[in-house]
């Protein structure tokens, strides 16, 4: 089968490998159906290396068919229409005994750990699978990863009907977010970026109103929006060293900051927005992963069956569909960002 594997950073090759076999016998063997790239497998690929072993087999975000079980699998079935859940909590520490596995002390990852998706294809613990109705495609499967952790964020927002929200950056994670938003009950959504045609998506998965940083300042537009009030809640889902501040200052008093973008970068808050945080006695909240218990959790529960619901559609967010044939140019293009994209999606056996 192929396999994508990461051999160092910004080195990655497509290999003919062996189908893996079950090795534990409450594994299960996934044909992959489709699998995307998220960001963190960007910054893996262009900024950090592999994290343990050199070689494997990367990507962490899919959806696929069970083609094999292990002896102990009792809840899934060869054929079985399954998404994952690549997290991989230890069980083991404080954290885990209470739960609440997105704070493990040691979670890894299906794809950093263990060989991942970008594959023809994967062995997972059966415990990682969620059965998939049939309304939900592949391709749409593939993002519910993403999707549980901007729920999950929603959770920690503590959000209300009738809030006001605004979501720092259009990428595939504030594009969920905007939809989110309004199934937590959004009365109006903010979307801010600074490249337009992102704004259009934005306004396309259904914003209210977009502003792009560039032509006004974040802060001076959401305070004209906003009859000078700002918003109830701000997620800030760029990731971005310069809007980590930012959006401290676009909350209305009271109000709730959720960071849920990761800069790998240091972060300066002048002392505007760091004053935000106390002058408007502002709750700042992180947001990491999306998994809790029963195992995945809520999060993930939520996000299928809105899938389901047709209540959220993210297929407009995939903008680049490729086999694995093209992974490596794929990479090589993203990573230098010269090509505008939201999701990026691999079908192993051919486009759809
Ligand atoms: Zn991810
Ligand atoms: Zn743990």
């Known amino acids: ?18 189908v893996p076999q079950i090795k534990d016998t409450k594994d299960v063997l996934i044909k992959v159906k489709a699998t995307g790239i998220c960001g963190s497998d960007l910054s893996r690929y262009g900024k950090f290396g592999p994290k343990k072993e050199v070689g494997l087999t990367f990507g962490h975000e899919f959806s696929g068919v069970i083609e094999e ?23 083991v520490c404080e954290y885990c005994k209470m739960a609440d596995y997105s704070k493990c002390n040691t979670l890894e990852v299906i794809g950093a750990v263990s060989d991942g998706s970008f594959a023809d ?24 990863e ?40 959004a009365k109006k959504v903010i979307a801010i970026d600074v490249m337009p045609e992102k704004l259009q998506w934005a306004l396309d998965m259904g914003a209210d109103e977009v502003i792009n940083g560039l032509e006004e ?25 310069f809007t980590c501040a930012q959006v401290l200052s676009l909350a209305c008093k009271g109000g709730t900051v959720v960071y849920m973008g990761i800069p790998y970068s240091d972060v300066t808050i002048d002392r505007f927005n760091f004053e935000s945080i106390m002058r408007n006695e502002l709750h ?4 990491w992963n999306s998994i809790t218990g029963p195992y995945p959790g809520k999060a993930w529960d939520t996000t299928i069956h809105f899938m389901k619901e047709g209540k959220v559609d993210f297929t407009p967010i995939i903008t680049h569909r490729y086999t694995l044939d093209d992974a490596v140019e794929v990479f090589k293009k993203v990573y230098k960002r010269d090509t505008l994209f939201g999701k990026i999606m691999f079908f192993p056996e051919g486009v759809e």
């Not at 809030?163 to 259009?170: A, F, S």
């Not at 700042?284 to 947001?287: D, I, K, R, W």
């Open 1 to 18: 089968m192929k396999a994508v594997k990461l051999y160092a950073i910004q080195e990655l090759k497509l290999e003919e490998v062996p």
């Open 69 to 91: 079980i292990g002896s102990d699998v009792t809840n899934f079935k060869k054929g079985d229409r399954v998404a994952v859940s690549p997290g991989l909590p230890c069980m």
């Open 121 to 144: 294809y994967i062995t997972v613990p059966a415990e990682n699978c969620l059965h998939l109705p049939d309304e939900i495609k592949f391709d749409q499967a593939a993002l519910i």
């Open 146 to 185: 993403p999707s549980a952790v901007v729920v999950h964020a929603f959770y920690q927002a503590n959000m209300k009907v009738g809030d006001t929200v605004t979501i720092m950056g259009c990428g595939p994670i504030g594009l969920m977010s905007i939809q989110w938003a309004k199934v937590f009950g």
């Open 217 to 241: 300042k974040a802060y001076d537009g959401v305070k004209r929006l906003t009859n000078g009030r700002g918003t109830d809640i701000v997620v800030e889902a760029a990731g971005n060293a």
């Open 284 to 287: 700042v909240v992180g947001s």
